[in-house]
């Protein structure tokens, strides 16, 4: 009966174990894939960037939900047919809806919080407001020269992104409580700051949008939201369950990053 025992509780560390393994893989690859968003809907990619995305493999990912699989097959069937016009129909693309050169029925489809949540759809709104609010609150400011207002859509995902990543490093210092805080906030951050209207810019830039490229960007998007979603509450319930000691253990091989 004790080595019955002793065997369970073997079993049973051992598979804490390997959901907090996962768990740190999960925090780095959320946070890369937030990276990527972002730097989708910051500028028109450069050619370099494109030749990069034809090349991944976003067939891995195409199992986390049926959104995500259509938006990964849209930007797959594109990129293999590019050519040497595809830069400049992209750049034409992202530029009449992200950047506001085109509208429909007088609307366009910049990616700023405030423009769709404001009554009046102007930037500098409440909805800035309270993304500045949320992101000072984490002791996070906007890098030195970028102009653009803090509610942009691709500081948002950034903001997502330092979070995970601050989240793995507090769990290999055995700081639970700290990287509960970090997950909480992420969770708050991406329902008020994102989710909360990502739905409207979707819709109404899918009224401006041509390439099947960016039709799948929009889908892809949608699909990780909604996962990370309900991910974020299975991180907390593994961390609330765990002890210092436990993530602490993962530590040797792994090396906090800096935080942008």
């Avoid at 708050?188 to 810019?201: E, K, P, R, T, Y």
Wanted: hydrophobic share 40%; proline share 2%; net charge negative.
């Amino acid at each position: 009966m004790i080595l019955e025992e002793e065997m369970d509780a073997t079993r049973e560390r051992e598979q804490v174990r390997q959901d907090e393994l996962a768990m740190i893989a999960a925090l780095d690859t959320r946070a890369e894939f937030y990276e990527l968003l972002a730097s989708l809907y910051f500028a028109p990619l450069k050619q370099e960037q494109i030749d990069n995305l034809a090349q991944a493999d976003l067939s891995g990912w195409a199992e986390l939900n049926e959104l995500f699989a259509e938006g990964a097959n849209d930007i797959a069937r594109y990129l293999r047919k590019r050519n040497t016009g595809t830069r400049q129909e992209l750049a034409v693309d992202f530029t009449g809806a992200f950047a506001g050169t085109s509208t429909y029925k007088g609307k366009t489809a910049v990616p700023y919080k405030s423009v769709f949540t404001s009554a009046t759809g102007l930037l500098m709104q409440e909805g800035y407001r309270d993304v500045v609010h949320a992101m000072r609150a984490e002791s996070v400011t906007k890098r030195a020269g970028l102009d653009w207002p803090d509610d942009h859509l691709s500081f948002l995902f950034e903001f997502m992104a330092l979070e995970s990543r601050r989240t793995r490093d507090a769990l290999l210092d055995g700081r639970l409580e700290l990287a509960l805080h970090y997950l909480n906030a992420s969770g708050d951050f991406l329902d008020a700051q994102i989710a909360s209207w990502f739905g409207m810019f979707r819709d109404q830039a899918l009224l401006l949008l041509h390439t099947r490229f960016y039709r799948g960007v929009l889908k892809i998007t949608q699909g990780f939201i909604e996962l990370d979603e309900q991910s974020l509450f299975e991180m907390i319930d593994v961390v609330e369950s765990a002890a210092p000691s436990d993530f602490e253990s993962l530590h040797e091989g792994q090396e906090p990053r800096d935080e942008q």
